[in-house]
């Protein structure tokens, strides 16, 4: 099962409410990533978590919060977000590790955001 | 260094016909190449990947052909179908690290 699954599927929020995205996964994979995918472009990174610990923040404005409670789940807080931020958000995993198998990304089906 | 460059950017093939879509890359710390397929609404999918020690990977109607001296790599899609009719995107990754470059993609039109 290479299952990873967002809620909610779309959100509408104002500029100024607090919201959360949520990712799971039950493939034991290590590895769990955010990115936001613009229409007609490809995902962009956001953040990387490793073995539950933020690996990798590509400079993402701190209207963002990313957070790992633990291995199988992946949260992203939104606050004060601006209306440029709409856009698909995308969660993946992988195993994590260095060998070709172990990168393989699976990405879940996104949360449609858009900001009012 | 860090770009991946995907052409065409779109791409119109009858049914039947062979689609073929390609990616060059500069930087040669690169060693791992997934393809993924997008539908419109849903997140990408993992098509098939390949590493720098093989030259091409089948699985199914799917291709990849991988040049590393050229550093290109690219995808066919044989007896294309009109549900293959997608988004694709190739995208390239180092041994240390987790980042996937992704090329800007292509969109595969399949004509019935």
């Known amino acids: 099962d290479t299952e990873v699954t967002q809620t909610p599927k779309h959100l509408v929020m104002g500029m100024t409410n607090k919201k959360s995205l949520k990712c799971e996964q039950h493939?034991?994979?290590?590895?769990m990533y955010w990115y936001k995918q613009k229409a007609k472009k490809p995902p962009e990174l956001m953040f990387v978590?490793?073995?539950?610990?933020?690996?990798i923040n590509e400079s993402v404005p701190s209207r963002f919060s990313p957070e790992c409670p633990n291995s199988s789940l992946l949260n992203l807080h939104l606050h004060a977000l601006q209306p440029e931020d709409s856009a698909l958000y995308l969660c993946?995993?992988?195993?994590?590790?260095?060998?070709?198998?172990?990168?393989?990304?699976?990405f879940g089906p996104g949360t449609r955001l858009t900001v009012t | 260094q860090q770009q991946v460059k995907q052409s065409p950017q779109s791409l119109i093939v009858q049914k039947g016909g062979i689609s073929i879509i390609n990616c060059a890359y500069e930087?040669?710390?690169?060693?791992?190449f997934p393809w993924y397929q997008q539908f419109p609404g849903k997140g990408p999918a993992l098509l098939i990947a390949?590493?720098?020690?093989?030259s091409e990977k089948k699985e199914g109607r799917f291709t990849i052909s991988f040049n590393k001296s050229a550093k290109q790599f690219s995808l066919h899609i044989m007896d294309s179908q009109p549900g293959d009719s997608a988004t694709y995107f190739c995208?390239?990754?180092?041994?240390?690290?987790?980042?996937?470059?992704f090329g800007a993609g292509t969109i595969l039109r399949v004509k019935s």
């Open positions: 390949i590493r720098p020690d093989v």
């Open positions: 993946a995993s992988s195993q994590g590790g260095r060998g070709g198998d172990l990168r393989e990304q699976y």
């Open positions: 995208a390239a990754s180092r041994e240390y690290g987790n980042k996937l470059v």
């Open positions: 493939m034991g994979h290590r590895a």
């Open positions: 978590y490793s073995y539950e610990k933020l690996s």
């Open positions: 930087n040669t710390a690169f060693d791992y």
